[in-house]
């Protein structure tokens, strides 16, 4: 086996192909949805509530709607008659979700609540026109605190009759009590994460230009999955999905806020029937922060037993997450891969768990690079804490637990089958990366000077791409055009994660071409296939699936025609650089534009049974119903005791995602989750005050890692074939799985001395010297 | 609200414009010019994305009106690459050493480095990432473009040797 999809020789494939989208991106030609200009465009601004929460008791437009250049103010009696149907594709119809009314009626639920939404003839004019809406607030009690708001008197929502979204629980917690009570250790903390978000550098966005004489509706939009976005506004407003086109080239990055469509969306949709002229809506970075979505937000009190040799006898965790007033989607399952998630790659005989979500007036919970990824922050720094009371070594302790190949496939007990993992194996690798014990001896030296140094590590196992429902098919269609170009069609678009670059490679092996050969067209839901988007670490190896499929249609035909013009067997032709030959003479070959041309213009002398033209279309369905991957990622750094800052020396990451198409963006896309992970770990905080009144909605509040904190990420390779396409796994998310708790467990091991806990992010300098002043 | 008229050499182009006084110059390059490169990341000064070069200086589209710019020569994106699309050895770095992966905050990127190593032909990597803190990516994690930044300042120093 090859990591080559139809059999062609991996040329490619494995290689650090530099990138197709590079050229245009890096020369200004990119196009983002802020780019697109459309005759006669309108531009819309939000008017956004001020109050966590508050009834609405009147809004006057009339100051807004006499301004100059003003076209419309629309409220919520405006536009949420006309919503028919409102649900995302991923959860269905019949998910008991939260209700989401496009603009806020009757009452805001957190500081940003979209009330208004005025169309003018520029961005400067709309602002201009928000300032002068007039909304008539009586503010109320609000939830601000999601640890309190089960027993608060305030409802978020009146209707859901409580705050608390919903609740998954597996085995009870009295279930463990004999584990519990027999243990020769039982180690409980109560762990938080804070509320962090995406933080794309593009914001949302989108144009919605509708024709009412054709009733067709085109939107140019900045989404993670252009078909969900069609697909959902078809849903919305009751036009057939034919008549609704959805474009995307480029969007600036997505990180799963961009993977659903959200209320202001809907408002866009609902509006551009009305409004008669196509309008454009791009969030600035104030809006972005104060209503694009938060995550993370959470804690839980968890308990691990331990045998006398330091063996995991059983792990329960009691969760809870703040899904703020509007989540999107349904916040419950995810959730409740956190307490299955829980035992990790680890040897876990008994295990139990609850999973409550709870509403707040904030804003709501969206997607986020490994949405349950709290299950690795809260075992991986419990272990630590438990190495350090039972005065067992942080590795040793992972040494006895962790997961051996020979194991697999491994359930745990929460019923998750792992298989094709290798965890001892990254964890070694990275151990190795770092030489442990030299740097433990660099770390007794340093302490004997008053210098802290640490290292923490963290271990992970991670279910990528979903086979099922929504997420479980991908289509391709590739087209070898009349010249021997090729063309190849995905659902794709570029946001961030090389998909362009991916499926040039695939299909260039796959049909044995050049890969100059090859172009793609992708994020145009009028010519692609669906699919469901950049979400769940599932495009490289779904794509691959695609690719592999529709491309054997094509070779096959090439094949046949290059036999009969070679006057050889099928079996002996060979496809390599866009030539077919009979294998030992290469000199005897036929391009692949002479090819073409057979298959278009000479469609009488094809082979018997060989169609003309060289077009196929096929959609792959997915092998597995989860692929899993893992990782390590072991990290030191120095903390200054007296002015608290952390600096991180060295960050390894090993990680097994299978056969690597490129490495070079499977490095990208580790390095970018693990940044993203550092600066929850130290620096990001979507915080509010205790009003609800958000206090982070500038980046100079909203703390993104720069370039002078990142330390250089080194990396180790395993490789362990799934059962998927080319043995590939998913590799999108992982990053932002494993780097909270690696830098928490360096940042306590540094201060261990001074025997604190770290149970709180962000360790930023005020936290790390509160502890230290205890 | 009063225009008022702006001459403004824009990518070796001159241009005059009429334009309301509180026009950002990013909103009057992306606008009027038609010029989409210059992207707005936060509008507010802090995440470097709409960084071009007026009179060859490194600037902050967001901050400054485009009155403000009466007179000068601006170098947006779309004027770093030479006219018949050779990469300058700053892209060229980028695309080698996967210094982009959205691009949003590309362009920002690159006119600031083409500015900073034009002044700091030989920088240590610590001027490198002080130079770049002003400028945020959130897709890379900085590893590319730090590689990058260090090519792109040795492949300079090559080719003032030869």
Request: charged fraction near 20%.
């Given at each position: 086996?090859?990591?080559?999809?139809?059999?062609?020789?991996?040329?490619?494939?494995?290689?650090?192909?530099?990138?197709?989208?590079?050229?245009?991106?890096?020369?200004?030609?990119?196009?983002?949805?802020?780019?697109?200009?459309?005759?006669?465009?309108?531009?819309?601004?939000?008017?956004?509530?001020?109050?966590?929460?508050?009834?609405?008791?009147?809004?006057?437009?009339?100051?807004?709607?006499?301004?100059?250049?003003?076209?419309?103010?629309?409220?919520?009696?405006?536009?949420?008659?006309?919503?028919?149907?409102?649900?995302?594709?991923?959860?269905?119809?019949?998910?008991?979700?939260?209700?989401?009314?496009?603009?806020?009626?009757?009452?805001?639920?957190?500081?940003?609540?979209?009330?208004?939404?005025?169309?003018?003839?520029?961005?400067?004019?709309?602002?201009?026109?928000?300032?002068?809406?007039?909304?008539?607030?009586?503010?109320?009690?609000?939830?601000?605190?999601?640890?309190?708001?089960?027993?608060?008197?305030?409802?978020?929502?009146?209707?859901?009759?409580?705050?608390?979204?919903?609740?998954?629980?597996?085995?009870?917690?009295?279930?463990?009590?004999?584990?519990?009570?027999?243990?020769?250790?039982?180690?409980?903390?109560?762990?938080?994460?804070?509320?962090?978000?995406?933080?794309?550098?593009?914001?949302?966005?989108?144009?919605?230009?509708?024709?009412?004489?054709?009733?067709?509706?085109?939107?140019?939009?900045?989404?993670?999955?252009?078909?969900?976005?069609?697909?959902?506004?078809?849903?919305?407003?009751?036009?057939?999905?034919?008549?609704?086109?959805?474009?995307?080239?480029?969007?600036?990055?997505?990180?799963?806020?961009?993977?659903?469509?959200?209320?202001?969306?809907?408002?866009?949709?609902?509006?551009?029937?009305?409004?008669?002229?196509?309008?454009?809506?791009?969030?600035?970075?104030?809006?972005?922060?104060?209503?694009?979505?938060?995550?993370?937000?959470?804690?839980?009190?968890?308990?691990?037993?331990?045998?006398?040799?330091?063996?995991?006898?059983?792990?329960?965790?009691?969760?809870?997450?703040?899904?703020?007033?509007?989540?999107?989607?349904?916040?419950?399952?995810?959730?409740?891969?956190?307490?299955?998630?829980?035992?990790?790659?680890?040897?876990?005989?008994?295990?139990?768990?609850?999973?409550?979500?709870?509403?707040?007036?904030?804003?709501?919970?969206?997607?986020?690079?490994?949405?349950?990824?709290?299950?690795?922050?809260?075992?991986?720094?419990?272990?630590?804490?438990?190495?350090?009371?039972?005065?067992?070594?942080?590795?040793?302790?992972?040494?006895?637990?962790?997961?051996?190949?020979?194991?697999?496939?491994?359930?745990?007990?929460?019923?998750?089958?792992?298989?094709?993992?290798?965890?001892?194996?990254?964890?070694?690798?990275?151990?190795?990366?770092?030489?442990?014990?030299?740097?433990?001896?660099?770390?007794?030296?340093?302490?004997?000077?008053?210098?802290?140094?640490?290292?923490?590590?963290?271990?992970?196992?991670?279910?990528?791409?979903?086979?099922?429902?929504?997420?479980?098919?991908?289509?391709?269609?590739?087209?070898?055009?009349?010249?021997?170009?090729?063309?190849?069609?995905?659902?794709?678009?570029?946001?961030?994660?090389?998909?362009?670059?991916?499926?040039?490679?695939?299909?260039?092996?796959?049909?044995?071409?050049?890969?100059?050969?090859?172009?793609?067209?992708?994020?145009?839901?009028?010519?692609?296939?669906?699919?469901?988007?950049?979400?769940?670490?599932?495009?490289?190896?779904?794509?691959?699936?695609?690719?592999?499929?529709?491309?054997?249609?094509?070779?096959?035909?090439?094949?046949?025609?290059?036999?009969?013009?070679?006057?050889?067997?099928?079996?002996?032709?060979?496809?390599?650089?866009?030539?077919?030959?009979?294998?030992?003479?290469?000199?005897?070959?036929?391009?692949?534009?002479?090819?073409?041309?057979?298959?278009?213009?000479?469609?009488?002398?094809?082979?018997?049974?060989?169609?003309?033209?060289?077009?196929?279309?096929?959609?792959?369905?997915?092998?597995?119903?989860?692929?899993?991957?893992?990782?390590?990622?072991?990290?030191?750094?120095?903390?200054?005791?007296?002015?608290?800052?952390?600096?991180?020396?060295?960050?390894?990451?090993?990680?097994?995602?299978?056969?690597?198409?490129?490495?070079?963006?499977?490095?990208?896309?580790?390095?970018?989750?693990?940044?993203?992970?550092?600066?929850?770990?130290?620096?990001?905080?979507?915080?509010?005050?205790?009003?609800?009144?958000?206090?982070?909605?500038?980046?100079?509040?909203?703390?993104?890692?720069?370039?002078?904190?990142?330390?250089?990420?080194?990396?180790?390779?395993?490789?362990?074939?799934?059962?998927?396409?080319?043995?590939?796994?998913?590799?999108?998310?992982?990053?932002?799985?494993?780097?909270?708790?690696?830098?928490?467990?360096?940042?306590?091991?540094?201060?261990?001395?001074?025997?604190?806990?770290?149970?709180?992010?962000?360790?930023?300098?005020?936290?790390?010297?509160?502890?230290?002043?205890? | 609200?009063?225009?008022?008229?702006?001459?403004?050499?824009?990518?070796?182009?001159?241009?005059?414009?009429?334009?309301?006084?509180?026009?950002?110059?990013?909103?009057?390059?992306?606008?009027?010019?038609?010029?989409?490169?210059?992207?707005?990341?936060?509008?507010?000064?802090?995440?470097?994305?709409?960084?071009?070069?007026?009179?060859?200086?490194?600037?902050?589209?967001?901050?400054?009106?485009?009155?403000?710019?009466?007179?000068?020569?601006?170098?947006?994106?779309?004027?770093?690459?030479?006219?018949?699309?050779?990469?300058?050895?700053?892209?060229?770095?980028?695309?080698?050493?996967?210094?982009?992966?959205?691009?949003?905050?590309?362009?920002?990127?690159?006119?600031?480095?083409?500015?900073?190593?034009?002044?700091?032909?030989?920088?240590?990597?610590?001027?490198?990432?002080?130079?770049?803190?002003?400028?945020?990516?959130?897709?890379t994690g900085y590893q590319g473009i730090l590689r990058a930044m260090r090519q792109a300042a040795d492949t300079a120093r090559v080719g003032e040797r030869s």
């Amino acid at each position: 086996m090859t990591a080559t999809p139809a059999g062609g020789a991996a040329r490619f494939v494995g290689a650090r192909v530099n990138r197709v989208e590079d050229a245009r991106l890096l020369t200004g030609r990119g196009t983002f949805v802020d780019d697109v200009s459309l005759p006669g465009m309108l531009h819309a601004c939000f008017v956004r509530s001020p109050f966590a929460r508050a009834a609405i008791q009147g809004i006057d437009t009339s100051a807004a709607c006499a301004l100059p250049g003003v076209r419309f103010v629309f409220t919520a009696t405006d536009l949420n008659p006309d919503v028919r149907e409102q649900w995302h594709t991923a959860v269905g119809p019949a998910s008991p979700e939260t209700p989401r009314p496009p603009l806020a009626e009757g009452e805001a639920r957190f500081a940003g609540d979209p009330v208004a939404l005025v169309i003018a003839e520029s961005r400067y004019l709309a602002e201009d026109a928000a300032e002068l809406v007039d909304v008539d607030y009586e503010p109320l009690p609000a939830v601000v605190d999601y640890a309190e708001a089960e027993r608060a008197e305030a409802l978020v929502h009146e209707s859901h009759g409580s705050n608390v979204v919903g609740e998954i629980a597996g085995v009870p917690a009295s279930a463990l009590d004999d584990v519990f009570a027999s243990a020769e250790h039982v180690v409980s903390e109560t762990i938080h994460q804070q509320a962090y978000a995406p933080v794309p550098m593009e914001g949302r966005g989108l144009v919605v230009d509708y024709s009412g004489a054709t009733g067709e509706l085109t939107i140019y939009a900045a989404t993670q999955v252009p078909h969900e976005v069609r697909l959902f506004c078809s849903r919305l407003l009751g036009v057939p999905e034919h008549r609704i086109r959805v474009v995307m080239r480029d969007t600036g990055g997505g990180f799963g806020q961009k993977v659903m469509v959200q209320r202001d969306e809907m408002c866009l949709m609902l509006a551009a029937p009305k409004v008669g002229a196509p309008v454009k809506w791009v969030e600035d970075r104030r809006e972005n922060l104060l209503a694009a979505g938060k995550s993370r937000q959470e804690h839980a009190a968890v308990t691990m037993a331990f045998d006398a040799d330091g063996a995991i006898e059983g792990a329960y965790i009691d969760f809870v997450q703040d899904c703020g007033a509007y989540p999107t989607p349904w916040p419950v399952t995810t959730a409740a891969a956190v307490g299955m998630l829980f035992p990790g790659p680890y040897r876990v005989p008994r295990a139990g768990f609850t999973c409550k979500d709870v509403y707040t007036n904030t804003v709501g919970r969206t997607a986020y690079r490994g949405p349950w990824q709290f299950e690795t922050l809260a075992r991986e720094v419990l272990l630590d804490i438990s190495a350090r009371r039972m005065g067992i070594d942080p590795v040793e302790l992972r040494r006895r637990n962790l997961l051996h190949r020979d194991e697999l496939p491994y359930a745990n007990p929460n019923g998750m089958t792992y298989d094709r993992i290798s965890p001892h194996e990254t964890f070694e690798q990275a151990l190795a990366m770092l030489d442990y014990d030299a740097f433990r001896s660099e770390q007794s030296d340093a302490r004997t000077v008053g210098r802290y140094l640490g290292v923490g590590m963290s271990n992970y196992v991670e279910p990528s791409t979903p086979g099922y429902g929504y997420y479980g098919t991908e289509a391709a269609s590739i087209r070898v055009e009349p010249s021997g170009a090729v063309n190849v069609y995905v659902a794709g678009g570029s946001s961030g994660n090389s998909i362009e670059t991916t499926v040039v490679q695939l299909a260039a092996d796959a049909l044995g071409v050049k890969i100059e050969d090859v172009s793609t067209i992708q994020g145009d839901t009028a010519v692609t296939g669906f699919g469901a988007g950049a979400a769940g670490s599932r495009s490289g190896s779904m794509t691959a699936g695609a690719v592999r499929e529709t491309a054997a249609v094509l070779r096959d035909r090439l094949l046949a025609i290059a036999a009969q013009k070679l006057e050889a067997d099928v079996e002996d032709i060979e496809l390599a650089d866009s030539r077919a030959h009979v294998r030992g003479a290469p000199s005897t070959g036929i391009s692949i534009g002479e090819l073409a041309a057979v298959a278009y213009f000479e469609p009488g002398s094809l082979p018997p049974g060989v169609p003309a033209g060289l077009e196929a279309s096929e959609r792959y369905a997915a092998d597995a119903p989860v692929i899993w991957v893992n990782a390590t990622h072991v990290c030191t750094c120095e903390v200054d005791a007296a002015t608290g800052q952390v600096k991180l020396l060295r960050y390894i990451v090993s990680e097994d995602c299978g056969p690597m198409i490129n490495p070079a963006v499977v490095e990208g896309q580790i390095a970018g989750g693990t940044v993203q992970g550092i600066g929850g770990a130290l620096y990001e905080h979507l915080a509010y005050d205790e009003d609800g009144n958000p206090i982070a909605t500038t980046f100079m509040d909203y703390l993104l890692p720069t370039a002078t904190e990142v330390p250089v990420i080194e990396y180790g390779h395993i490789e362990t074939r799934s059962p998927g396409p080319g043995g590939h796994k998913g590799v999108g998310e992982g990053g932002a799985i494993g780097a909270p708790p690696a830098v928490v467990n360096a940042v306590a091991d540094a201060l261990s001395p001074f025997g604190v806990t770290m149970t709180r992010l962000p360790l930023s300098p005020s936290q790390i010297l509160a502890l230290l002043d205890q | 609200m009063g225009e008022v008229t702006v001459h403004v050499t824009v990518n070796g182009r001159e241009r005059a414009e009429s334009v309301e006084p509180r026009v950002t110059l990013a909103d009057f390059l992306r606008d009027r010019c038609r010029l989409t490169g210059t992207h707005l990341g936060c509008e507010h000064g802090v995440c470097g994305a709409c960084t071009v070069l007026v009179d060859g200086a490194a600037v902050r589209s967001c901050l400054m009106f485009a009155v403000q710019a009466d007179g000068a020569e601006v170098t947006t994106i779309e004027g770093v690459a030479s006219s018949d699309g050779d990469l300058s050895p700053v892209q060229a770095a980028f695309r080698d050493c996967h210094g982009l992966q959205c691009g949003f905050c590309t362009p920002g990127f690159i006119t600031s480095a083409t500015a900073f190593l034009r002044d700091h032909p030989n920088p240590t990597d610590e001027q490198i990432r002080d130079a770049l803190a002003g400028t945020l990516c959130r897709c890379t994690g900085y590893q590319g473009i730090l590689r990058a930044m260090r090519q792109a300042a040795d492949t300079a120093r090559v080719g003032e040797r030869s």
